[in-house]
Nanobody
Framework: QVQLVESGGGLVQAGGSLRLSCAVS????????MGWFRQAPGKEREFVAV????????YYADSVKGRFIISRDNAKNTMALQMNSLKPEDTAVYYC?????????????????WGQGTQVTVSS
């Protein structure tokens, strides 16, 4: 059974940085496209970033492009999201997700595995 566990969330002031991590176990990590999603109170879960099997290809939501960086370490079965220049509107629960595909997906429906989420709160 594939398990994803996020860590690294917390409270930060606007303009600050946080680094989220996702540890994956129980599956063939280097065959999964991996993504980050977030969900703010009262809103739908939205796409943040995705990275391909090899890490060579990435794609970001326009709202985070230039501020967030997604990366992965297939030797350690981990993925990370470096979040810089954080804004109050980045406040949400952040989820890591995996899909057994070579294709980069931006829809939550395309993902097979999910973590439990980690809270990120950005104060103004």
């Amino acid at each position: 059974q594939v398990q994803l566990v996020e860590s690294g969330g917390g409270l930060v002031q606007a303009g600050g940085s946080l680094r989220l991590s996702c540890a994956v176990s129980g599956g063939t990590f280097n065959r999964y496209a991996m993504g980050w999603f977030r969900q703010a109170p009262g809103k739908e879960r939205e796409f943040v970033a995705v990275i391909s099997w090899t890490g060579a290809n990435t794609y970001y939501a326009d709202s985070v492009k230039g501020r967030f960086i997604i990366s992965r370490d297939n030797a350690k079965n981990t993925m990370a999201l470096q979040m810089n220049s954080l804004k109050p509107e980045d406040t949400a629960v952040y989820y890591c997700a995996g899909r057994s595909s070579i294709l980069l997906g931006t829809s939550p429906d395309r993902y097979d595995y999910w973590g439990q989420g980690t809270q990120v709160t950005v104060s103004s």
